[in-house]
């Protein structure tokens, strides 16, 4: 059974910083392409960034760019986003998502690409 655990969401003030994570269990973590989307209530979930295998193909969608970080670590099962000068805009339920791919450079920027996706991690953000 694929668990995608996400974690490090919370209450935050206007302008600090959070560290989101995901371990990932009954999947070889390390062959799949992994993204972080996020979604608010009535609003479809957004791509904000998404790593190859190894991280040597990274994408940030434009609202991401400059305040957003991806990275993953292969030996603890874990992709983290970093989120840096949050805003309250950042309110949502952030998820991340696996796609197993034999090609180690590919990613995916839609989440219906993806075949796995975790419960949520809620980021409030007060101003």
């Known amino acids: 059974q694929v668990l995608l655990v996400e974690s490090g969401g919370g209450l935050v003030q206007a302008g600090g910083s959070l560290r989101l994570s995901c371990t990932a269990s009954?999947?070889?973590?390390?062959?799949?392409?992994m993204g972080w989307f996020r979604q608010t209530p009535g609003k479809e979930r957004e791509f904000l960034a998404a790593?190859?295998?190894?991280?040597?193909?990274?994408d940030l969608a434009d609202s991401a760019k400059g305040r957003f970080t991806i990275s993953r670590d292969n030996a603890k099962n874990t992709v983290y986003l970093q989120i840096y000068s949050l805003k309250p805009d950042d309110t949502a339920v952030y998820y991340c998502?696996?796609?197993?791919?034999?090609?180690?450079?590919?990613?995916?920027?839609?989440?219906?690409?993806?075949?796995?996706w975790g419960q949520g991690t809620q980021v409030t953000v007060s101003s």
């Open positions: 998502q696996a796609d197993p791919d034999p090609r180690p450079d590919q990613i995916r920027l839609k989440a219906g690409a993806y075949k796995y």
């Open positions: 009954g999947l070889t973590f390390s062959r799949n392409t």
């Open positions: 790593i190859s295998w190894r991280g040597g193909h990274i």
